[in-house]
Protein backbone atom coordinates (compact mmCIF):
# COMPACT_ATOMS: atom_id res chain seq x y z
CA UNK A 1 0.00 0.00 0.00
CA UNK A 2 1.04 3.34 -1.22
CA UNK A 3 1.44 5.52 2.70
CA UNK A 4 2.87 9.06 1.95
CA UNK A 5 3.65 11.27 5.21
CA UNK A 6 1.35 13.88 4.26
CA UNK A 7 1.02 16.64 0.93
CA UNK A 8 3.84 18.44 -0.11
CA UNK A 9 2.99 21.70 -2.60
CA UNK A 10 5.19 23.05 -5.38
CA UNK A 11 6.00 26.72 -3.52
CA UNK A 12 5.32 29.94 -5.86
CA UNK A 13 2.33 27.89 -7.94
CA UNK A 14 -0.58 28.96 -8.02
CA UNK A 15 -3.29 25.60 -7.91
CA UNK A 16 -6.05 28.01 -8.77
CA UNK A 17 -4.41 28.37 -12.56
CA UNK A 18 -4.52 27.13 -15.65
CA UNK A 19 -2.11 23.85 -16.01
CA UNK A 20 -2.26 20.01 -16.06
CA UNK A 21 -1.55 17.60 -13.01
CA UNK A 22 -1.32 14.46 -12.64
CA UNK A 23 -3.35 13.51 -8.81
CA UNK A 24 -2.79 10.81 -6.50
CA UNK A 25 -5.20 9.84 -3.65
CA UNK A 26 -4.75 7.61 -1.50
CA UNK A 27 -7.39 5.11 0.28
CA UNK A 28 -8.26 5.94 3.77
CA UNK A 29 -7.41 3.61 7.09
CA UNK A 30 -10.40 1.17 7.34
CA UNK A 31 -11.68 1.43 3.94
CA UNK A 32 -12.32 -1.21 2.00
CA UNK A 33 -10.16 -2.15 -1.42
CA UNK A 34 -10.97 0.17 -4.45
CA UNK A 35 -10.43 -3.00 -6.17
CA UNK A 36 -8.84 -6.53 -7.03
CA UNK A 37 -6.52 -7.05 -9.64
CA UNK A 38 -7.35 -9.92 -12.23
CA UNK A 39 -5.79 -10.66 -15.50
CA UNK A 40 -2.69 -13.07 -16.77
CA UNK A 41 1.25 -11.02 -16.07
CA UNK A 42 2.16 -12.98 -19.38
CA UNK A 43 -0.49 -11.19 -21.23
CA UNK A 44 0.57 -7.96 -22.96
CA UNK A 45 -0.39 -4.81 -22.04
CA UNK A 46 -3.32 -3.40 -24.15
CA UNK A 47 -4.40 -7.32 -25.05
CA UNK A 48 -7.09 -8.85 -23.64
CA UNK A 49 -6.37 -10.77 -20.72
CA UNK A 50 -3.53 -8.54 -19.70
CA UNK A 51 -3.91 -7.30 -16.02
CA UNK A 52 -6.69 -4.73 -14.99
CA UNK A 53 -8.21 -3.73 -11.47
CA UNK A 54 -12.26 -5.12 -11.46
CA UNK A 55 -13.73 -2.39 -9.16
CA UNK A 56 -15.27 -2.81 -6.03
CA UNK A 57 -18.13 -1.34 -4.54
CA UNK A 58 -16.36 1.27 -3.13
CA UNK A 59 -14.35 2.32 -6.18
CA UNK A 60 -17.21 1.37 -8.38
CA UNK A 61 -18.28 5.08 -6.39
CA UNK A 62 -15.52 6.70 -6.77
CA UNK A 63 -16.07 5.73 -10.29
CA UNK A 64 -18.89 7.67 -10.34
CA UNK A 65 -18.05 11.03 -8.10
CA UNK A 66 -15.39 11.20 -11.29
CA UNK A 67 -17.82 11.33 -13.43
CA UNK A 68 -19.35 14.96 -11.42
CA UNK A 69 -15.62 16.46 -10.94
CA UNK A 70 -15.47 18.65 -13.96
CA UNK A 71 -19.20 19.96 -12.78
CA UNK A 72 -17.01 21.30 -9.96
CA UNK A 73 -15.62 24.11 -12.17
CA UNK A 74 -16.06 25.04 -16.09
CA UNK A 75 -12.48 25.12 -16.59
CA UNK A 76 -11.51 21.29 -14.99
CA UNK A 77 -11.46 18.34 -17.53
CA UNK A 78 -10.31 14.69 -16.93
CA UNK A 79 -8.33 13.35 -19.07
CA UNK A 80 -7.47 10.04 -17.81
CA UNK A 81 -7.50 7.89 -14.79
CA UNK A 82 -6.64 4.69 -13.02
CA UNK A 83 -8.36 3.05 -10.43
CA UNK A 84 -6.14 0.90 -7.98
CA UNK A 85 -6.89 -1.28 -5.03
CA UNK A 86 -5.66 1.42 -2.61
CA UNK A 87 -5.05 4.40 -4.67
CA UNK A 88 -6.26 6.15 -7.83
CA UNK A 89 -4.61 8.46 -10.46
CA UNK A 90 -6.57 11.38 -12.08
CA UNK A 91 -5.03 13.35 -15.02
CA UNK A 92 -6.80 16.87 -14.29
CA UNK A 93 -6.29 19.74 -17.15
CA UNK A 94 -7.31 23.10 -15.49
CA UNK A 95 -8.22 24.81 -18.60
CA UNK A 96 -8.58 28.26 -17.17
CA UNK A 97 -8.59 30.34 -13.85
CA UNK A 98 -10.59 29.11 -10.78
CA UNK A 99 -12.14 30.73 -8.06
CA UNK A 100 -10.06 28.32 -5.72
CA UNK A 101 -7.11 26.07 -5.43
CA UNK A 102 -7.74 22.62 -7.15
CA UNK A 103 -6.90 21.21 -3.47
CA UNK A 104 -10.73 22.85 -2.24
CA UNK A 105 -12.06 21.17 -5.72
CA UNK A 106 -10.82 17.59 -5.02
CA UNK A 107 -11.99 18.09 -0.97
CA UNK A 108 -15.40 18.05 -2.50
CA UNK A 109 -14.64 15.41 -5.16
CA UNK A 110 -14.01 13.12 -2.24
CA UNK A 111 -16.83 13.70 -0.04
CA UNK A 112 -18.79 12.91 -2.77
CA UNK A 113 -17.31 9.88 -3.53
CA UNK A 114 -18.30 9.08 0.40
CA UNK A 115 -21.62 9.92 -0.02
CA UNK A 116 -21.48 7.55 -2.79
CA UNK A 117 -20.20 4.61 -1.10
CA UNK A 118 -22.07 5.24 1.66
CA UNK A 119 -18.63 5.98 4.68
CA UNK A 120 -17.56 8.56 6.31
CA UNK A 121 -14.66 9.07 3.82
CA UNK A 122 -13.11 7.06 1.52
CA UNK A 123 -9.53 8.77 0.40
CA UNK A 124 -6.47 10.20 2.90
CA UNK A 125 -6.90 14.33 3.88
CA UNK A 126 -4.54 16.07 0.59
CA UNK A 127 -3.09 14.35 -2.13
CA UNK A 128 -0.10 14.30 -4.35
CA UNK A 129 0.28 16.05 -7.65
CA UNK A 130 2.93 16.34 -10.33
CA UNK A 131 2.48 19.59 -12.73
CA UNK A 132 2.77 18.66 -15.88
CA UNK A 133 5.11 21.03 -18.02
CA UNK A 134 5.56 21.79 -21.58
CA UNK A 135 8.70 19.73 -21.62
CA UNK A 136 6.39 16.47 -20.04
CA UNK A 137 5.00 14.61 -22.81
CA UNK A 138 1.12 13.42 -21.65
CA UNK A 139 1.48 10.47 -23.68
CA UNK A 140 4.17 8.65 -21.64
CA UNK A 141 1.68 9.73 -18.49
CA UNK A 142 -1.31 8.33 -20.09
CA UNK A 143 0.89 5.38 -20.89
CA UNK A 144 2.23 4.74 -17.46
CA UNK A 145 -1.31 4.84 -15.97
CA UNK A 146 -2.73 2.25 -17.97
CA UNK A 147 0.60 -0.05 -17.26
CA UNK A 148 -0.22 0.54 -13.45
CA UNK A 149 -2.03 -2.67 -13.20
CA UNK A 150 0.28 -4.65 -14.97
CA UNK A 151 3.26 -3.35 -12.69
CA UNK A 152 1.20 -4.06 -9.73
CA UNK A 153 0.93 -7.50 -10.87
CA UNK A 154 5.09 -7.35 -11.27
CA UNK A 155 5.12 -6.29 -7.64
CA UNK A 156 3.12 -9.14 -6.57
CA UNK A 157 4.94 -11.88 -8.30
CA UNK A 158 8.42 -10.04 -6.99
CA UNK A 159 7.48 -9.09 -3.09
CA UNK A 160 11.24 -8.49 -2.55
CA UNK A 161 12.33 -6.06 -5.45
CA UNK A 162 15.65 -7.42 -5.60
CA UNK A 163 15.83 -8.11 -9.14
CA UNK A 164 19.75 -8.56 -10.16
CA UNK A 165 20.20 -6.90 -14.43
CA UNK A 166 23.92 -8.05 -15.54
CA UNK A 167 23.09 -6.43 -19.47
CA UNK A 168 21.46 -3.19 -19.39
CA UNK A 169 22.06 -0.76 -21.59
CA UNK A 170 21.29 3.22 -21.18
CA UNK A 171 22.39 4.91 -24.63
CA UNK A 172 25.87 3.67 -25.44
CA UNK A 173 26.93 2.71 -21.93
CA UNK A 174 26.47 -1.06 -20.57
CA UNK A 175 25.17 -1.67 -17.32
CA UNK A 176 24.74 -3.20 -14.18
CA UNK A 177 21.34 -2.85 -12.17
CA UNK A 178 20.29 -4.19 -8.67
CA UNK A 179 16.73 -3.59 -7.14
CA UNK A 180 13.87 -2.59 -8.41
CA UNK A 181 13.77 -1.82 -12.00
CA UNK A 182 10.33 -0.08 -12.96
CA UNK A 183 11.56 2.78 -11.06
CA UNK A 184 13.00 3.27 -14.90
CA UNK A 185 9.42 3.27 -16.42
CA UNK A 186 8.37 6.38 -13.73
CA UNK A 187 7.51 8.77 -16.34
CA UNK A 188 8.74 11.42 -13.35
CA UNK A 189 12.24 11.35 -12.92
CA UNK A 190 14.65 14.20 -11.87
CA UNK A 191 18.31 14.09 -11.66
CA UNK A 192 19.90 15.41 -8.34
CA UNK A 193 22.89 17.40 -9.75
CA UNK A 194 24.05 20.33 -7.76
CA UNK A 195 26.89 22.99 -9.83
CA UNK A 196 29.91 24.41 -7.54
CA UNK A 197 28.98 27.43 -9.70
CA UNK A 198 25.16 27.21 -9.23
CA UNK A 199 23.83 30.33 -6.83
CA UNK A 200 22.03 30.42 -3.71
CA UNK A 201 18.66 31.00 -5.34
CA UNK A 202 19.03 27.80 -8.19
CA UNK A 203 19.91 25.74 -5.33
CA UNK A 204 16.81 27.11 -3.65
CA UNK A 205 14.68 26.38 -6.62
CA UNK A 206 16.53 23.12 -7.60
CA UNK A 207 16.05 21.67 -4.29
CA UNK A 208 12.42 22.87 -3.96
CA UNK A 209 11.33 21.15 -7.24
CA UNK A 210 13.58 17.81 -6.18
CA UNK A 211 11.56 17.74 -3.08
CA UNK A 212 8.25 18.27 -4.63
CA UNK A 213 9.14 15.12 -6.70
CA UNK A 214 10.17 13.02 -3.95
CA UNK A 215 6.86 13.54 -2.19
CA UNK A 216 4.64 13.06 -5.35
CA UNK A 217 5.66 9.49 -6.43
CA UNK A 218 8.30 10.88 -8.38
CA UNK A 219 12.17 9.42 -8.91
CA UNK A 220 15.59 11.04 -8.13
CA UNK A 221 18.44 9.58 -10.13
CA UNK A 222 22.33 10.94 -9.11
CA UNK A 223 25.31 9.68 -7.97
CA UNK A 224 24.43 11.82 -4.98
CA UNK A 225 28.35 12.76 -4.46
CA UNK A 226 28.74 16.35 -2.91
CA UNK A 227 27.46 17.47 0.40
CA UNK A 228 24.73 19.18 -1.23
CA UNK A 229 23.24 16.79 -3.12
CA UNK A 230 23.83 14.20 -0.44
CA UNK A 231 21.13 16.49 1.85
CA UNK A 232 18.80 16.61 -0.97
CA UNK A 233 18.92 12.99 -0.72
CA UNK A 234 18.31 12.85 2.84
CA UNK A 235 15.44 14.97 3.07
CA UNK A 236 13.97 13.46 0.01
CA UNK A 237 14.11 10.00 1.62
CA UNK A 238 12.00 11.29 4.66
CA UNK A 239 9.41 12.35 2.80
CA UNK A 240 8.96 8.50 1.03
CA UNK A 241 11.26 9.42 -2.06
CA UNK A 242 12.32 6.80 -4.99
CA UNK A 243 16.14 6.94 -5.67
CA UNK A 244 18.20 5.67 -9.11
CA UNK A 245 21.32 5.46 -7.23
CA UNK A 246 24.39 6.06 -10.11
CA UNK A 247 27.52 4.29 -8.43
CA UNK A 248 31.27 3.38 -9.67
CA UNK A 249 31.42 0.56 -7.28
CA UNK A 250 31.62 -2.91 -9.14
CA UNK A 251 28.70 -4.68 -8.82
CA UNK A 252 28.84 -8.78 -8.85
CA UNK A 253 26.60 -11.54 -8.06
CA UNK A 254 27.44 -11.50 -4.27
CA UNK A 255 26.57 -7.94 -3.71
CA UNK A 256 23.97 -6.99 -1.15
CA UNK A 257 23.32 -3.15 -0.22
CA UNK A 258 24.39 -1.81 3.04
CA UNK A 259 22.56 -0.57 5.67
CA UNK A 260 19.81 2.73 3.96
CA UNK A 261 20.10 1.32 0.87
CA UNK A 262 19.00 -2.34 1.45
CA UNK A 263 15.94 -0.77 3.30
CA UNK A 264 15.10 0.91 0.55
CA UNK A 265 15.38 -2.24 -1.74
CA UNK A 266 12.85 -3.99 0.84
CA UNK A 267 10.34 -0.98 0.31
CA UNK A 268 10.67 -0.92 -3.86
CA UNK A 269 12.47 2.36 -3.46
CA UNK A 270 15.84 2.09 -4.78
CA UNK A 271 17.45 0.72 -7.95
CA UNK A 272 21.69 0.47 -8.21
CA UNK A 273 22.62 1.50 -11.37
CA UNK A 274 26.62 1.19 -12.12
CA UNK A 275 28.50 1.36 -15.41
CA UNK A 276 30.48 -1.89 -16.89
CA UNK A 277 34.31 -1.85 -16.96
CA UNK A 278 33.66 1.46 -15.20
CA UNK A 279 37.60 1.87 -13.76
CA UNK A 280 37.64 2.95 -10.36
CA UNK A 281 40.83 3.07 -7.79
CA UNK A 282 38.45 4.14 -4.80
CA UNK A 283 38.97 7.51 -5.71
CA UNK A 284 36.56 9.61 -7.43
CA UNK A 285 37.95 11.63 -10.00
CA UNK A 286 36.16 14.65 -11.71
CA UNK A 287 35.62 12.75 -15.36
CA UNK A 288 34.00 9.74 -13.36
CA UNK A 289 31.73 11.90 -11.67
CA UNK A 290 31.24 13.55 -14.66
CA UNK A 291 30.66 10.37 -17.01
CA UNK A 292 27.83 8.77 -13.64
CA UNK A 293 26.27 12.25 -14.05
CA UNK A 294 25.69 11.80 -17.60
CA UNK A 295 24.48 8.57 -17.29
CA UNK A 296 21.76 9.98 -14.35
CA UNK A 297 20.74 12.81 -17.41
CA UNK A 298 20.49 9.90 -20.13
CA UNK A 299 18.09 7.85 -17.30
CA UNK A 300 15.79 11.13 -17.18
CA UNK A 301 15.15 11.53 -20.59
CA UNK A 302 11.75 10.48 -21.64
Avoid at 142 to 158: D, G, I, K, Q
Avoid at 246 to 257: G, N, Q
Wanted: with cysteine; net charge positive; aromatic share 8%.
Amino acid sequence: MKNWTGSYRARNHDYASRCIYHVTMVKANGVGSFGRLAGDLRVPVGTAGAPYVIASPIGAAIKNALRMLPSLHPAIRVYQYALMPDHLHVVIAVEGQMDEPLGRKLARFKRKAAEYAGVDCVFEPGFNDRIMYQSRSLDTVFRYLRENPYRLAVRHANPDFFRRVSQLKIGDVSCRAYGNMQLLQNPFKEQVVVHRADGEEKRRTDRDRWLHSAANDGVLVSPFISPAEKAVRTDAEALGAKIILITAEPMDDRLKPAATNFALCTQGRMLIITPVNQPFAGILSRNLCLSMNALAADICKD
